[in-house]
């Protein structure tokens, strides 16, 4: 599966943001899809992911309640609601896939992925 990340930009502090990953070569409802962040300096970080097998949706705490997933299966596409966004949230943020169904705590570590799309920038200013 090939996937495409967008819907980044510059924006304010509060502001909202929708990211995208659009899968091709691939239907998005057979794979485990998560997205993680890398702000410059630091490590890929895991922010969310939802497990193929029943849909359920894992977020890092820092992200709980403010960032949430959905997926349109017709579109064969993840997307990344963020809401209040805050300046710490700034990072490349890239989608990723795979073709398993862990438990909750494997969706944290990128190394549990075999699928990546670019990333996509996104900025947060106070």
């Known amino acids: 599966v090939q996937l495409q990340a967008s819907g980044g930009g510059l924006v304010q502090a509060g502001g909202s943001l929708r990211l995208s990953c659009a899968a091709s070569?691939?239907?998005?409802?057979?794979?485990?899809m998560g997205w993680f962040r890398q702000a410059p300096g630091k490590e890929r970080t895991f922010v969310a992911a939802i497990r193929d097998a029943d849909r359920n949706t894992f977020y890092a705490n820092s992200v709980k309640g403010r960032f949430s997933l959905s997926r349109d299966n017709a579109k064969n596409t993840l997307f990344l609601q963020m809401n209040s966004l805050k300046p710490e949230d700034t990072a490349v943020y890239s989608c990723?896939?795979?073709?398993?169904?862990?438990?909750?705590?494997?969706?944290?570590?990128?190394?549990?992925?075999?699928?990546w799309g670019q990333g996509t920038q996104v900025t947060v200013s106070s």
């Open positions: 990723a896939a795979v073709r398993a169904t862990y438990n909750a705590g494997s969706y944290y570590d990128p190394k549990n992925y075999d699928y």
């Open positions: 070569g691939g239907t998005i409802s057979s794979y485990s």
